[in-house]
């Protein structure tokens, strides 16, 4: 049977504990300036319909609806790495009323329609059956885009943003979007 060093072992698994690490990060844009990311999200009136009226008053696409649960890491991962980078605060807050939803929370919210549901069961009318979901309503009210999953690039958030406020959810798909982004920055 072939016996294998301890410090040849040790070796080989640094090794592939380092080549993992960085192929995780490889795709990350570097951060540039951060901020706390409670900084991110409005404070939510409890009230979809007063939230878009607030929407169309300022001009903005619509309301950017997150729903998370307080134990989500990866809901965390995203408040720690792209809600707090400028760049992205200034485009989604200029773009979109941000607002978060505990998907279990037994609070009371009234919807787009002014019917009063408890944030259980808003998130069941979104299809929200895992965090992080993001939700994109224009000002009418209407789903535009939902995102299933988390972004980790804060460059690939904002271009999600772009992806829907441009109109591009209606014509393509967000990858084939992405893609093409990408490809027009590396030129």
């Known amino acids: 049977m072939l016996k294998i060093n301890s410090s ?17 990060f490889a795709y990350a844009a570097s951060p540039n300036i951060k901020i ?3 900084d991110f999200f409005h404070s939510f009136s409890s009230n979809l ?3 878009l009226a607030i929407a169309k008053k300022e001009n903005k696409f619509g309301v950017l609806l997150f729903f ?12 720690t790495t ?20 505990d998907i279990e929370s037994t609070q009371f919210l009234f919807n787009e329609k002014g019917q009063q549901l408890n944030h259980i069961d808003y998130a069941k009318t ?25 972004i980790v690039d804060p460059q690939e958030f904002i271009w999600l ?7 591009q959810a209606r014509k393509q798909n967000f990858a084939s979007y992405k893609m093409n982004k990408r490809k027009n920055t590396t030129q």
Do not use: W
């Open 82 to 101: 792209v809600f707090n980078q400028k760049n992205v605060q200034t485009y989604f807050q200029s773009n979109f009323r941000l607002l978060e939803i």
């Open 126 to 150: 979104h299809r929200v059956r895992l965090t992080p979901t993001i939700a994109f309503l224009d000002q009418n009210g209407e789903l535009i885009y939902r995102q299933i999953g988390m």
């Open 8 to 24: 040849i072992l040790r070796l080989i698994l640094v090794s592939l504990f380092s080549i993992y690490s960085y192929g995780t």
């Open 49 to 51: 319909t007063t939230e």
């Open 68 to 79: 998370s649960t307080s134990h989500c890491p990866f809901c965390l991962r995203m408040k």
């Open 161 to 167: 943003g772009e992806y829907v406020t441009s109109g």
């Open 36 to 38: 706390q990311q409670r």
